[in-house]
């Protein structure tokens, strides 16, 4: 699976604070501390320094270039940030996000082709937020659809189901991992993210429902997930979940895993 | 009186679906002639306002609160009938909405359900909301208050453009506003000139009651 990590996010404690204040040790730390807990490529998000944030974000992608080799997600709705963080970025980025809402989507589409980047597809239109399983399936089939008659190569589509917590309504979890599956079933190419902290908005002890959570989702399909990778529980689930799922040959990421002291 | 106790027990328990225990026990006051206020006040609502303090103080969940919501509309809805000719009034009246260009709702609901279980008269704007359409509805329903939310730092612009609608309308001095989200700052507050800011649902109903001078 590939591991998107999540903390360098403004919206996290501490970490307003430390882009304001420009504390480069403080955020380079994040950064290192997930590529080392096994992170493929890390999320920036800024958003909570609203109009500000044109000019965070790029600073942002080259603190963290210049701390660790990885590429990154750049996760904002906001073209103009985007476009900013952008044209700094080494390697392949991927941007979050997309929609098939009408503005969301011309604003976004010309930055994914211009950059190559990967791009991870909301599967949310002008009417919301899909709810049912079949619904989320119908907006993600046409959102691809658009995306590959826009050419935006099938690999770099990362379709996200959308979680909602399920502390206030109880069919979101399964509509989440029906959607996954069908998806994962007709687009074998395509790939399919999450945002799996969601689901436990609202209720107590929220690791434990995540980490349920991630391994059915990954039963059913799911290849990439935006998560904390310092969280050594989830992380050690992920690769089991993997291994079982027929997605780890001969099971040999487990095992090493296990060598590397990460399985406990 | 016990009877009144017992209905704001059965809210605070909260109503799973397979019985429909609180509407029987109102019911059950209403042929002993309890006045239906007392209902109201000292079962219904009181009950919803200890589920609000015990959801501040992290003591409870969100799929409680959303049982005990359960449970208190069952009993509003044997007394609706009622409250017509009783003369019971609302705290006020809240036109609540997600702004433009914003499609989540779960935020927008809770705050509703819990303005809701604490007296008020609250009608629901939706999403996607836009300025002219929250004056509209705070018009015909001669709303106190116009609560609004925002779920992405994107959409927060949408709830300065309301204020600055709302001002530029024959509401400026009529209305209080109240914003909340998950972005959603105090100093944002400050900074756009709302009324008041919530950080969640329980704060809201406080926050409301604060705007409108009720004690």
Known sequence: ?264 | MELVEEIKEGVIKGDLGVETKVADLVNKALEEKVPVATILREGLIAGMSVIGERFKKNEVYVPEVLIAARAMKSGTAVLKPLLADSDIEPLGTVVMGTVKGDLHDIGKNLVMMMLEGAGFNVIDAGIDVAPEKFIELAKENNADVIGMSALLTTTMPGMHGTIEAINGSELADKVKTIIGGAPVTQNYADEIGAGGFAPDAASAVDKTKELLGIA
């Open chain 1, 1 to 264: 699976m590939l591991i998107i990590g999540e903390r360098i996010n403004t919206s996290r404690k501490g970490l307003h604070e430390a882009v304001e204040k420009k504390d480069e040790e403080f955020l380079k730390e994040i950064a290192r501390k997930q590529v080392e807990n096994g992170a493929d490529y890390l999320e920036v998000n800024c958003g909570t320094r609203l109009e500000r944030e044109v000019d965070d974000l790029p600073w942002l992608v080259k603190l963290v270039q210049e701390t660790v080799d990885v590429p990154l997600s750049i996760d904002t709705p906001r073209p103009e940030a985007a476009e900013a963080a952008l044209s700094v970025h080494k390697g392949r980025p991927i941007i979050n996000s997309i929609s098939a809402e009408s503005q969301r989507y011309e604003k976004v589409l010309p930055l994914v082709k211009k950059y190559k980047s990967g791009v991870i597809a909301l599967c949310m239109d002008d009417r919301g937020i899909p709810e049912t399983a079949e619904q989320k399936f119908e907006v993600a089939n046409n959102l691809r659809a658009r995306l590959i008659s826009d050419s935006v190569p099938e690999e770099d589509i990362y379709l996200d189901p959308l979680v909602q917590t399920v502390g206030s309504n109880q069919v979101v979890g399964m509509a989440v991992v029906e959607a996954i599956r069908e998806i994962a079933r007709s687009f074998p190419k395509t790939h399919i993210s999450c945002g799996i902290s969601n689901i436990s908005h609202g209720l107590p002890k929220r690791k434990v429902l995540n980490r349920a959570f991630i391994v059915m989702c990954i039963a059913a399909g799911l290849d990439t997930g935006i998560v904390d990778p310092n969280d050594a529980d989830l992380m050690q689930s992920i690769i089991a979940a993997e291994a079982l799922a027929g997605k780890d040959d001969f099971c040999v990421r487990y095992i090493e895993a296990y060598r590397a002291g990460k399985i406990v």
